[in-house]
């Protein structure tokens, strides 16, 4: 006994020598006696409680020490491969081809695309050779074209260049840009405006700038494509409500009011998106009534703004409504002004809010000064010659009263709407699917007893339709007015990947540089058509 | 960075009592010639067109512009006048928008030696106090902005109006959302968005502005500073208000007006359209190109039509915003890999491809990877070599965003494949703008031709967006032209520009000889609008060249 412990005498001695080393050297450390104080009391004479905080230590080290993307190789789905697994793995994966080949059917669509030799305008010439009538193209005030735009275009660039060479944060922000927000907030009567450079990504910049994960999107059934892709990038919740049906939009919202009182949520964002003039079918919203409820309202007025209105300021004019009512007004430069771009008016702080969180305005370069200056002109143009806008909706009128008659056509737009919608009408007994009347506000809801789920976007009575069918009877009309000397097209959308099947349509797009009379005869021919082809699949 | 106006370069413009230069423009037309002698004397070539592109006012001027040879002193090729020109005088002319560089010993043709290991990332890591003192700053400026959001929130809430619920509606932005942008990006907020006027060239004038409210809003002064333009992406001087491209841009805004007014796949399509996606084509060699309205969109409404659920998008982590925008559209499953880190990308393209579709462990059905030709943040260049050698073994798909090297890498200004001297059509799709090295707007994809007539078909691009500009394809032709040089093919029966687009609307590539298809070729005359003339000088290539 005696003897082990001589032996261990001097290791004793170590020990204890070491540890006294130690605990000087431990609180000459500044700050040590702090945590030996800790320890201390902590410790309380208890061991179980020093080792679970020792334990706790250890598994915060380890979890900070661990790597971030560790989670997808452990995750319970991974499965562990040896590298020869991997490579026979690598060697048999075959990739789809990268682009699918086209259908006969989209082959025959390529090829149809008619192509236009010169300038567009009310008269364009295409590539047959042959000089046609243009019911077509977004030339609503027939401002393409027009000389005193083509003149300050080109003193823009004799003075400008052609490119601004940088996105409007780095050096691309020109006077012109400023100026063309400025004429269009002042046109329009709101505090301030920005400009993007396209108008398809306006408004898929504007709502993600404003609607975040958690905010509330109360959206129309019938948004067009741009707003669907802000929707889907904002990633906040959206409600639908049937396409332009106030009475479902209060149903919905009163909904939403209900829920929220009941989980006694705090108020979050809300906004209501919808369009002035819808793309699908030329739809208008009632905007007075859009205005009354406590949400933000974004409006799309891609089609109406230069279209309706006394000088074509829009909607707002339209309904003689001040447009700062409205929180985010979103328009085309490209389809109103016949330029190119878009713009979203609002109040100072609505803007400025943009410009740094509108992604679309601040990763892509300016506009070219020449198509800015040309905007600005047409804003002047408009401004002075109200003269235009009356001529449009002569122009509108004359050919709604020729289209509105014949059997085999039904028309969803407004009577204002400078587009025009056209879908095929066939008798219902001829057809394999049950007709059912087109979507129009008032019937959907009364007929329906039920709402539609308004977390859906499809609505609970789609309207039945074979699209098919439509689609090629309207390309035959197409092709029969084009022979007739007028060039009409299919609204062309991507289907499939729209949130709902919409009505194959052929557009209209009425120009107040058409004369009333070259209108009735457009008109006419394409009645002509409607009438040779649908009727001959009638028989 | 501002010129001071008071101060000419001593060391250019030194004064030179004898002889008698009159006006400004005169003299600058005597710098021009001499700039044209100069790089014909250094560089061999027989350029006699003037390399500036003077204005006919100054051009007509040159009586009292001529040169005496015999004066001497031109060791470095300029003639000085009795007085130096003030700044204001040099400022106003075209020489503040484009001039060629005349000491050829400055020239180099970027183009990667084989064999030779790109570059990767120069890492910087910064010292440890100025990471500690910049979070420092960082950690004050922050603390200061809440105790001023807290103060202001009290004591003045009007201007915190937007920021508050009131009359039932929520705060229109949240104030931790917004308080980096109120708080830190205000207070440096003169140095963003700054008003510019005038060519973006070689020099660039400032609207000066000032504030009065820390940085809310901006008082423009009326007066105007020319700076030297190091900022704009006008790599290759094709910004200009005068000169050849901006002669075919006022013809074609005479001949076309401002716009097309409609989608490409409705009745947008112009036969301009066609002309430029065909030279485009020609310019990248693939074998059909398309062209969009604006580059961001480009990428956000182009990739959603390539990749879909089920596929996978392989992204650098410092790729664009736009291929982000695009791909988080696509509804595809993303994953990142470190900056032109190829071991990275290969063991992440190997576990991707042994795994499978997350949870299901289906094949993906393609993998794409993006990537930029050169970043626009960092600058780096893409490891494209290691990257071909990655697709033979790993099939994927390869997409470049060549947003900015396009025009202005290789030595024939074909971007990085060019640059790397790798056939181009081993990428899949190429994509690019026009807004850096061709003075213009808008983007371009380029690849095979099924892959085009499918983005054609099912892009949004095409369906829903406007067709771009008249006046910005005719830039894009003239400044691609003149990059790549012009061939003149003799007009036969079928060549003419507008007689192919009348047989057909296919696009119209007059393949007519070897010669015409090869890469990196020259331009045929005939693919060109037939109104658009450029001086020989562009023609053959040579300012293209030197630019």
Same mark, same amino acid.
């Given at each position: 006994?005696?003897?082990t412990t001589?032996?261990?005498?001097?290791?004793?001695t170590?020990?204890?020598?070491?540890?006294?080393?130690?605990?000087?050297?431990?609180?000459?450390?500044?700050?040590?006696?702090?945590?030996?104080?800790?320890?201390k009391?902590?410790h309380q *004479?208890?061991?179980?409680r020093?080792?679970l905080?020792?334990?706790l230590i250890?598994?915060?080290?380890?979890? =900070?020490?661990?790597?971030?993307?560790?989670?997808?190789?452990?995750g319970?789905?991974?499965?562990?491969f040896?590298e020869?697994?991997?490579?026979?793995?690598v060697?048999?994966?075959?990739p789809?081809?990268l682009?699918a080949?086209?259908?006969?059917?989209e082959?025959?669509e390529?090829?149809?695309i008619?192509?236009?030799?010169?300038?567009t305008?009310p008269?364009?010439?295409l590539?047959?050779?042959k000089?046609?009538l243009? #019911?077509?193209?977004?030339?609503?005030?027939?401002?393409?074209?027009?000389?005193d735009?083509?003149?300050?275009g080109?003193e823009? =660039?004799r003075?400008y260049?052609?490119g601004?060479?940088?996105p409007p944060?780095f050096?691309?922000?020109?006077?012109?840009?400023i100026?063309?927000e400025?004429?269009?907030?002042?046109f #329009?009567?709101?505090e301030?405006?920005?400009?993007y450079?396209?108008a398809?990504?306006?408004i898929s910049?504007?709502?993600?700038?404003?609607c975040?994960?958690g905010d509330?999107?109360v959206?129309?059934r019938?948004v *067009?494509?741009?707003?669907?892709?802000g929707?889907?990038?904002?990633?906040?919740t959206?409600?639908?409500?049937?396409?332009?049906?106030?009475?479902?939009?209060?149903?919905?919202?009163?909904?939403?009011?209900?829920?929220?009182q009941?989980?006694?949520?705090?108020?979050?964002?809300?906004?209501?998106?919808?369009?002035?003039i819808?793309d699908?079918? %030329?739809?208008m919203?009632?905007?007075?009534?859009?205005?009354?409820f406590?949400?933000?309202?974004?409006?799309?007025?891609s089609?109406?703004?230069?279209?309706?209105?006394?000088?074509?300021?829009g909607l707002?004019?339209?309904?003689?409504?001040p447009a700062?009512?409205?929180?985010?007004?979103?328009?085309?430069?490209?389809?109103g002004?016949?330029?190119?771009g878009g713009f979203?008016?609002?109040?100072?702080?609505?803007?400025n809010?943009q410009?740094?969180?509108g992604t679309?305005?601040?990763?892509?370069?300016?506009?070219?000064?020449?198509?800015?200056?040309a905007?600005s002109?047409?804003?002047?143009? #408009?401004? *002075?010659?109200?003269?235009i806008?009356?001529?449009l909706?002569?122009?509108?009128?004359?050919?709604?009263v020729?289209?509105?008659r014949?059997?085999? !056509?039904?028309?969803?737009?407004?009577?204002?709407?400078a587009? !025009?919608?056209?879908?095929?009408?066939l008798?219902?007994?001829?057809?394999l699917s049950?007709?059912?009347?087109?979507?129009s506000?008032?019937?959907s809801?009364?007929?329906s007893?039920?709402?539609?789920?308004?977390?859906?976007p499809t609505?609970?009575?789609?309207?039945?339709?074979?699209?098919? #069918?439509?689609?090629?009877l309207?390309?035959?009309?197409?092709?029969?007015?084009?022979?007739? %000397?007028?060039?009409?097209?299919?609204?062309?959308?991507l289907?499939?990947?729209?949130?709902?099947?919409?009505?194959?349509?052929i557009?209209?797009?009425?120009?107040?540089a058409?004369?009333?009379?070259?209108?009735?005869k457009?008109?006419?021919?394409?009645k002509?058509a409607?009438?040779k082809?649908?009727?001959?699949?009638?028989? | 960075?501002?010129? +001071?106006?008071?101060?000419p370069?001593?060391?250019?413009?030194?004064?030179?009592?004898?002889?008698?230069?009159?006006t400004?423009?005169s003299?600058?037309?005597?710098?021009s010639?001499?700039?044209?002698?100069?790089r014909?004397? +250094?560089?061999?070539s027989t350029?006699s067109t003037?390399?500036?592109?003077l204005?006919?006012s100054?051009?007509?001027?040159?009586?009292?512009t001529?040169?005496?040879?015999?004066?001497?002193d031109?060791?470095?090729?300029?003639?000085?006048p009795?007085?130096?020109?003030?700044?204001?005088?040099?400022?106003?002319?075209v020489h503040?928008?484009?001039?060629?560089?005349?000491n050829?010993?400055y020239?180099?043709t970027s $183009?990667?030696?084989?064999?030779?290991?790109?570059?990767g990332?120069?890492?910087q890591?910064?010292?440890?106090?100025?990471?500690?003192?910049?979070?420092?700053?960082?950690?004050?400026?922050?603390?200061?902005g809440?105790l001023?959001?807290f103060?202001?929130?009290?004591?003045k809430?009007?201007?915190?109006?937007?920021?508050?619920?009131q009359?039932g509606?929520a705060a229109? +932005?949240?104030? &931790?959302?917004?308080?980096?942008t109120?708080?830190?990006?205000s207070?440096?907020?003169?140095?963003?968005?700054h008003?510019?006027?005038?060519?973006?060239?070689r020099?660039?004038l400032l609207?000066?502005?000032?504030s009065?409210?820390h940085?809310?809003?901006?008082?423009?002064?009326g007066?105007?500073?020319r700076?030297?333009?190091?900022?704009?992406?006008?790599?290759?001087g094709?910004?200009?208000?005068?000169?050849?491209?901006?002669?075919?841009?006022e013809?074609?805004v005479?001949r076309?007006g401002v716009?097309?007014?409609?989608t490409? $796949?409705?009745?947008?399509?112009?036969?301009?359209?066609?002309?430029a996606?065909?030279?485009?084509? $020609?310019?990248?060699?693939m074998?059909?190109?398309?062209?969009?309205?604006?580059? &961001?969109?480009?990428?956000?409404?182009?990739?959603?039509?390539?990749?879909s /659920?089920g596929?996978l998008?392989?992204?650098?982590? &410092?790729?664009h915003?736009?291929? $982000?925008?695009?791909?988080?559209?696509?509804?595809?499953n993303?994953r990142?890999?470190?900056?032109?880190?190829?071991?990275?990308?290969?063991?992440?393209?190997?576990? @991707?491809?042994?795994?499978g579709q997350?949870k299901t462990h289906?094949?993906?059905?393609k993998?794409?990877?993006?990537?930029?030709?050169l970043y626009?943040?960092?600058?780096?260049?893409?490891?494209?070599?290691?990257?071909?050698?990655? /697709?033979?073994?790993?099939?994927?798909?390869?997409?470049?965003?060549?947003?900015?090297s @396009?025009?202005?890498m290789?030595?024939?200004?074909?971007g990085?494949?060019?640059y790397?001297?790798v056939?181009?059509r081993s990428?899949?799709?190429?994509?690019?703008t026009?807004?850096?090295?061709?003075?213009a707007?808008g983007?371009?994809?380029?690849?095979?031709?099924?892959?085009?007539?499918?983005?054609?078909?099912?892009s949004h691009?095409?369906?829903?967006?406007e067709?771009m500009?008249?006046p910005v394809?005719?830039?894009?032709?003239?400044s691609?032209?003149?990059?790549?040089g012009v061939?003149?093919i003799?007009?036969?029966?079928?060549?003419?520009s507008?007689s192919?687009?009348?047989?057909s609307n296919?696009?119209?590539?007059?393949?007519?000889?070897?010669?015409a298809?090869?890469?990196?070729g020259?331009?045929?005359?005939?693919?060109?609008p037939?109104?658009?003339?450029?001086?020989?000088?562009l023609?053959?290539?040579?300012?293209?060249?030197?630019?």
């Amino acid at each position: 006994m005696s003897a082990t412990t001589s032996s261990l005498e001097p290791l004793f001695t170590i020990l204890s020598y070491s540890y006294a080393t130690l605990e000087t050297n431990f609180y000459k450390l500044p700050g040590s006696s702090v945590v030996a104080r800790y320890v201390k009391s902590s410790h309380q *004479n208890d061991p179980g409680r020093t080792l679970l905080e020792v334990f706790l230590i250890i598994f915060a080290i380890r979890t =900070l020490l661990q790597s971030r993307t560790r989670a997808d190789n452990s995750g319970k789905h991974f499965i562990s491969f040896d590298e020869k697994e991997i490579d026979e793995l690598v060697d048999e994966w075959t990739p789809e081809p990268l682009a699918a080949e086209l259908s006969p059917k989209e082959q025959a669509e390529l090829a149809s695309i008619p192509v236009i030799v010169g300038p567009t305008g009310p008269k364009p010439k295409l590539s047959n050779g042959k000089t046609v009538l243009n #019911l077509a193209s977004y030339n609503f005030t027939g401002l393409a074209g027009n000389e005193d735009i083509k003149q300050s275009g080109v003193e823009t =660039l004799r003075k400008y260049g052609l490119g601004s060479c940088g996105p409007p944060g780095f050096y691309g922000n020109q006077d012109v840009h400023i100026q063309l927000e400025k004429d269009i907030a002042d046109f #329009l009567g709101t505090e301030s405006a920005i400009l993007y450079s396209q108008a398809f990504s306006t408004i898929s910049s504007v709502i993600p700038a404003f609607c975040k994960r958690g905010d509330l999107i109360v959206a129309d059934r019938g948004v *067009n494509f741009s707003i669907q892709k802000g929707l889907q990038i904002s990633r906040c919740t959206v409600r639908w409500y049937d396409h332009n049906d106030l009475n479902s939009l209060e149903q919905v919202l009163e909904a939403i009011e209900k829920e929220r009182q009941k989980k006694r949520s705090p108020l979050t964002r809300r906004f209501i998106v919808t369009e002035g003039i819808f793309d699908h079918d %030329g739809a208008m919203s009632d905007l007075p009534k859009l205005l009354k409820f406590k949400y933000r309202l974004i409006l799309d007025e891609s089609i109406s703004f230069g279209s309706v209105g006394r000088t074509g300021r829009g909607l707002t004019e339209l309904y003689n409504v001040p447009a700062d009512q409205v929180d985010m007004l979103v328009g085309s430069v490209a389809n109103g002004l016949a330029s190119a771009g878009g713009f979203c008016a609002g109040t100072n702080i609505v803007v400025n809010h943009q410009r740094i969180n509108g992604t679309s305005f601040v990763f892509s370069a300016a506009m070219p000064a020449l198509l800015t200056v040309a905007a600005s002109e047409g804003i002047s143009i #408009l401004r *002075n010659t109200p003269s235009i806008l009356s001529t449009l909706q002569e122009n509108i009128r004359a050919v709604r009263v020729i289209l509105d008659r014949v059997d085999c !056509i039904s028309i969803p737009s407004h009577p204002a709407s400078a587009t !025009i919608h056209l879908h095929v009408k066939l008798p219902s007994p001829m057809h394999l699917s049950p007709r059912v009347p087109p979507p129009s506000p008032s019937l959907s809801s009364s007929s329906s007893g039920k709402p539609s789920n308004p977390l859906s976007p499809t609505p609970r009575e789609a309207p039945q339709f074979d699209a098919e #069918l439509e689609e090629k009877l309207l390309q035959d009309v197409v092709e029969e007015a084009l022979a007739q %000397g007028v060039l009409i097209t299919r609204a062309k959308r991507l289907r499939g990947q729209e949130l709902n099947d919409i009505r194959p349509s052929i557009r209209l797009a009425i120009s107040a540089a058409l004369n009333k009379k070259d209108c009735e005869k457009a008109a006419n021919v394409v009645k002509a058509a409607f009438v040779k082809i649908v009727g001959r699949q009638r028989r | 960075m501002a010129i +001071n106006p008071a101060s000419p370069t001593p060391s250019m413009f030194r004064k030179k009592p004898s002889s008698a230069m009159s006006t400004a423009a005169s003299y600058l037309s005597a710098v021009s010639k001499a700039d044209a002698r100069a790089r014909g004397l +250094n560089g061999g070539s027989t350029t006699s067109t003037p390399a500036l592109s003077l204005s006919s006012s100054v051009t007509s001027s040159s009586e009292d512009t001529v040169l005496h040879e015999d004066i001497g002193d031109s060791a470095d090729g300029l003639y000085y006048p009795s007085v130096p020109p003030t700044s204001e005088q040099v400022f106003t002319t075209v020489h503040t928008e484009f001039g060629h560089c005349a000491n050829e010993s400055y020239r180099y043709t970027s $183009r990667h030696t084989p064999g030779e290991p790109v570059k990767g990332v120069v890492e910087q890591d910064p010292p440890y106090y100025i990471l500690i003192t910049t979070y420092v700053s960082y950690l004050l400026v922050i603390c200061i902005g809440h105790l001023r959001d807290f103060i202001g929130k009290r004591f003045k809430p009007s201007a915190f109006r937007h920021l508050m619920t009131q009359d039932g509606y929520a705060a229109l +932005n949240s104030d &931790f959302d917004s308080f980096y942008t109120r708080r830190l990006k205000s207070r440096i907020d003169d140095c963003f968005s700054h008003p510019v006027t005038g060519v973006p060239g070689r020099t660039i004038l400032l609207l000066d502005r000032y504030s009065t409210d820390h940085n809310v809003t901006f008082q423009p002064t009326g007066t105007r500073t020319r700076g030297l333009n190091i900022s704009s992406y006008n790599y290759l001087g094709f910004a200009q208000g005068d000169g050849p491209c901006a002669d075919a841009v006022e013809e074609s805004v005479a001949r076309y007006g401002v716009s097309a007014c409609s989608t490409r $796949r409705e009745v947008g399509t112009l036969d301009l359209h066609l002309q430029a996606e065909a030279l485009v084509a $020609r310019f990248m060699g693939m074998e059909s190109a398309l062209i969009s309205s604006m580059g &961001f969109a480009t990428n956000s409404t182009i990739i959603p039509a390539l990749v879909s /659920k089920g596929c996978l998008v392989i992204s650098d982590e &410092f790729n664009h915003a736009s291929i $982000r925008y695009g791909v988080r559209l696509s509804g595809a499953n993303v994953r990142m890999f470190k900056h032109n880190n190829m071991q990275a990308l290969e063991s992440l393209l190997r576990e @991707v491809i042994s795994q499978g579709q997350p949870k299901t462990h289906r094949p993906w059905k393609k993998i794409l990877i993006i990537v930029e030709g050169l970043y626009s943040m960092e600058g780096t260049l893409v490891n494209l070599p290691a990257l071909l050698e990655l /697709k033979k073994k790993y099939k994927f798909y390869l997409f470049v965003d060549e947003a900015h090297s @396009v025009g202005a890498m290789g030595p024939h200004g074909r971007g990085v494949a060019d640059y790397f001297d790798v056939n181009p059509r081993s990428i899949d799709i190429l994509m690019g703008t026009f807004t850096k090295s061709f003075g213009a707007a808008g983007g371009y994809i380029a690849g095979n031709k099924a892959l085009i007539e499918r983005l054609r078909i099912s892009s949004h691009y095409s369906a829903y967006t406007e067709a771009m500009a008249p006046p910005v394809l005719t830039q894009v032709m003239a400044s691609m032209a003149s990059i790549m040089g012009v061939t003149i093919i003799p007009e036969t029966k079928n060549s003419s520009s507008l007689s192919l687009l009348h047989s057909s609307n296919a696009i119209p590539v007059p393949v007519t000889n070897l010669e015409a298809t090869a890469y990196p070729g020259t331009a045929p005359s005939t693919a060109l609008p037939n109104w658009v003339s450029l001086p020989p000088s562009l023609c053959d290539g040579s300012d293209g060249r030197m630019r």
